[in-house]
């Protein structure tokens, strides 16, 4: 750990709760490789305390913080200018404090695309599955949309999916039941339920009737390998881990506090991943 300045910046992600979060880990390692005089801690915000936090981290210096559950969706609240990711979202993950003013964005659908990539994959060579229309599925399928690629929306409650689709163009939605006969018609299935993470249900899903070019991506990273990339792999399909996207998302927040647009790389994979296994 640096020795810090009385010019340091300070960041940090807020959360209730946060201790299971990776994401003092992904920013500590960074600050660390670039010699950074600045800080990035957790900061466990009780329900109800969100907005005094927030506005108490701005007017103590701080240079912004990531935010995550449950405080997502109320950060949108107290944003004075959002991006379009988060517009586009309705969710804000990322806060920038500066000149008195709250910048809020939203850098998962960031993450997941540049994960993709990263393993060389076109996120709009052709039609995308996306499973689930929770938090995820939202920031996965915006990101999608906006890059023109055709999505279709499977999930448990079909309400969800309607109402997610009904927000973005060329978007439409399939049965649960239907998952895996219309896998043959994409090129691209997201897992974006919580199914497959440790403590939680398999998910389902019958990779054989898939096309042979398909790309599996889990955004699940708890275990790092899902039962369902298990089973991709088996199949001889590409797969995409949900790793690279946590660790991308943390990007523009890291470069808008510290001014260095990070490297994402093996390295910074191991060092997360030993922590991951670790439980
Ligand atoms: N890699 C990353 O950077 C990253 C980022 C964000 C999230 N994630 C992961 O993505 C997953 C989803 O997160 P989230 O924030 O979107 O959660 P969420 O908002 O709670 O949504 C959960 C989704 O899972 C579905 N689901 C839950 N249990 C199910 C079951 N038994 N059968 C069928 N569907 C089920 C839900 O369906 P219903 O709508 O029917 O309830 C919903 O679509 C989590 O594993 C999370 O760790 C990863």
Not at 68 to 90: N, S
Not at 149 to 157: C, G, K, L, P
Request: with cysteine; aromatic share 6%.
């Amino acid at each position: 750990m640096p020795i810090l300045s009385g010019m340091a910046r300070v960041a940090g992600i807020a959360g209730w709760p946060v201790a299971h979060s990776r994401s003092p880990r992904v920013h500590g390692f960074w600050l660390r490789r670039y010699g950074i005089d600045g800080a990035y801690v957790p900061l466990p915000v009780r329900p109800g305390h969100f907005d005094t936090a927030m506005q108490g981290l701005a007017a103590a210096g701080f240079s912004g913080a990531n935010i995550t559950i449950p405080h997502k969706l109320e950060a949108v609240a107290l944003c004075d200018e959002m991006d379009d990711a988060a517009h586009r979202i309705g969710a804000v993950n990322t806060l920038v404090f500066k000149d008195g003013r709250i910048k809020g964005s939203n850098t998962d659908g960031f993450g997941f695309i540049a994960n993709l990539h990263d393993h060389q994959v076109d996120p709009a060579a052709g039609p995308a599955l996306v499973l689930g229309a929770g938090g995820a599925a939202r920031a996965v399928v915006a990101s999608l949309a906006v890059l023109g690629a055709r999505v279709t929306i499977a999930n448990r409650s079909s309400a969800r999916a309607e109402a997610l689709a009904t927000q973005f163009s060329g978007v439409r939605v399939v049965a649960w039941d239907l998952r895996s006969e219309v896998l043959r018609d994409h090129s691209l299935v997201v897992n974006a339920t919580s199914l497959g993470m440790s403590g939680h249900g398999e998910l389902d899903l019958n990779l054989g009737l898939s096309h042979p070019a398909l790309v599996v991506a889990d955004l699940v990273y708890v275990p790092l390998e899902t039962a369902l990339l298990r089973a991709a792999r088996h199949h001889g399909l590409r797969v995409v881990d949900g790793l690279g996207m946590l660790l991308h998302q943390a990007r523009p927040g890291f470069e808008a506090w510290f001014g260095v647009d990070p490297t994402v790389d093996q390295e910074l994979r191991h060092f997360v991943a030993a922590d991951l296994a670790g439980g």
